[in-house]
C-alpha cells in the first residue's frame, strides 16, 4: 500500500531545498527582469516575513509623479479571505492555494488630485506592482499580477473583503508563493516593435 505524503513529510524533503534557494548568490537585474514570469501553482509553505519586508520595500521603491506616493499595500495571509476572494474574481482561482497575497491599490485622495492628475495613482501603483514581482522573482518566489481595476465587479469584490473607503481602489491582487512547478519565463523580444526616430 502507498503511502501519501502529509504536509509535514513534505516540509521536511522541502526545507533542504528552500535553504539552498535562499544561500543562493544574487543575481543581476537584468537577469531577474528576463526571468520573471506568471506563477500561478504554489508549495504549501509560508512566506517568511522578512521576505515579504523584503518586496514591499522594492515595491515603494517606484517612481511616482509628484513623489505623491498614492499607494497603499493589503498583505493577505488570512486563508478564509484568500478563499473568498478566489471565489469571487474570475482570473484569480489560484489563490486558493497561495499562502499569501499582497492587494496593490491607490489612494485617489492624495496629492490633491485634479481632473488631469486623478488617473496617476493607477500609473504609480503600477510602476509599483513590476518592482514587488520582479522582488518576488529575485527572492526565489512565484507571484502574479491579476487585475482588478477597472472591473467594477472585481474593485466591489476586493473592496468588500478587504473593507476599503471608497477612495481606495484596487488596482490588482498578487497571489504569492513557493512555486510547485519549475515555471519558465518567456522570450517577449520583438524588434518590429522598436521604431527608431533619428
Not at 106 to 118: I, M, S
Not at 159 to 170: G, M, T, V
Not at 188 to 196: F, I, L, S
Request: net charge neutral; proline share 8%.
Amino acid at each position: 500500500m502507498k503511502k501519501l505524503l502529509t504536509p509535514g513529510m513534505l516540509l521536511v524533503f522541502m526545507l533542504p531545498i528552500l535553504q539552498l534557494m535562499s544561500q543562493q548568490p544574487q543575481k543581476d537585474v537584468f537577469t531577474i527582469i528576463h526571468q520573471r514570469k506568471s506563477v500561478r501553482q504554489y508549495v504549501d509553505l509560508p512566506v517568511p516575513e522578512e521576505k515579504i519586508d523584503t518586496m514591499l520595500r522594492a515595491a515603494m521603491a517606484a517612481p511616482t509623479a509628484r513623489n505623491i506616493q498614492p499607494w497603499q499595500f493589503y498583505v493577505i495571509t488570512n486563508r478564509e479571505t484568500l478563499n473568498q476572494l478566489a471565489d469571487e474574481l474570475p482570473y484569480a482561482k489560484m489563490l486558493s492555494q497561495a499562502p499569501l497575497a499582497i492587494v496593490v491599490a491607490g489612494d485617489t485622495q492624495k496629492g490633491n488630485p485634479n481632473e488631469e492628475q486623478f488617473f496617476n495613482w493607477a500609473l504609480d501603483c503600477s510602476a509599483a506592482t513590476q518592482n514587488l514581482l520582479l522582488a518576488a522573482e529575485a527572492l526565489g518566489l512565484g507571484a502574479l499580477w491579476t487585475g482588478v481595476y477597472p472591473y467594477k465587479a472585481r474593485i466591489a469584490a476586493v473592496s468588500k473583503a478587504l473593507d476599503l473607503s471608497p477612495h481606495i481602489i484596487p488596482l490588482n491582487i498578487i497571489p504569492i508563493g513557493y512555486p510547485l512547478m519549475d515555471d519558465q519565463s518567456k522570450d517577449k523580444w520583438d524588434p518590429e516593435k522598436v521604431k527608431w526616430v533619428e
